[in-house]
């Protein structure tokens, strides 16, 4: 069975950082891309960045470019999520993805997510 | 980026019966690689997000068939057939076609 569970969550000043990470097991976690998605309080989804199975390739939605970082470590099948600059709109539940292929095209594969954690959640406040 | 509406945006349900979700994109979902990228998800109370359909009408493993996809272009419905107590959350349409993964408003079902 897939399963993922994100920890690192929590309170942050605006302008701090905060790391999140993503245990992975029942796959072969190498052999998929994976994307991190969040879900301000009351809101919708909202994608916010991806990476191939190999790590060679990141992607970052617009709102997070040049102040989040995404990394994985296929030996010890973890996802990261370096967050810097935060901002009271980040404040949200953020989600880890797995993505499978089919459900994205080839080009965007990092948007296929399949399978969700149960999130944690990440409160930027003064 | 393609915006996605979705209506009604609450629906109110008698166990048993049929439900339908409508979906609709700005722009139309055809991929250039003749496949259209709409997903629905179900989002529980208190749950994450879970996968029930991708390419419009195809569903994702374990997922009941009481859950059906349809539509085309702009235009895409998620139907249930009998509402189970198990159905009540929130669904979202997805389209991954273009760049800028997108997400309706989401649409909550929950019992009369």
């Known amino acids: 069975e897939v399963q993922l569970s994100e920890s690192g969550g929590g309170l942050v000043q605006p302008g701090g950082s905060l790391r999140l990470s993503c245990a992975a097991s029942?796959?072969?976690?190498?052999?998929?891309?994976m994307s991190w998605v969040r879900q301000a309080p009351g809101k919708g989804l909202e994608w916010v960045s991806g990476?191939?199975?190999?790590?060679?390739?990141?992607f970052y939605a617009d709102s997070v470019k040049g102040r989040f970082t995404i990394s994985r470590d296929n030996s010890k099948s973890t996802l990261d999520l370096q967050m810097n600059s935060l901002r009271v709109e980040d404040t949200a539940v953020y989600y880890c993805?797995?993505?499978?292929?089919?459900?994205?095209?080839?080009?965007?594969?990092?948007?296929?997510?399949?399978?969700w954690g149960q999130g944690t959640t990440v409160t930027v406040s003064s | 980026d393609i915006v996605m509406t979705q209506t009604p945006l609450s629906s109110p349900v008698t166990l048993g019966q049929p439900a339908s979700i409508s979906c609709r994109s700005s722009?139309?979902?055809?991929?250039?690689?003749?496949?259209?990228?709409l997903s629905w998800l179900q989002q529980r109370p208190g749950q994450p997000p879970r996968l029930l359909i991708y390419k419009i009408s195809n569903r994702f493993s374990g997922v009941p068939d009481r859950f059906s996809g349809s539509g085309a272009g702009t235009d895409f419905t998620l139907k249930i057939s009998r509402v189970e107590a198990e159905d009540v959350g929130v669904y979202y349409c997805?389209?991954?076609?273009?760049?800028?993964?997108?997400f309706g408003p989401g649409t909550k079902v929950d019992i009369k």
């Open positions: 029942g796959f072969i976690f190498s052999n998929y891309a």
């Open positions: 722009q139309s979902l055809v991929h250039s690689d003749g496949n259209t990228y």
């Open positions: 993805a797995k993505t499978s292929p089919g459900i994205a095209p080839i080009t965007y594969y990092y948007y296929g997510m399949d399978v």
């Open positions: 997805m389209q991954a076609t273009q760049f800028g993964v997108t």
């Open positions: 990476i191939s199975g190999s790590g060679a390739s990141t």
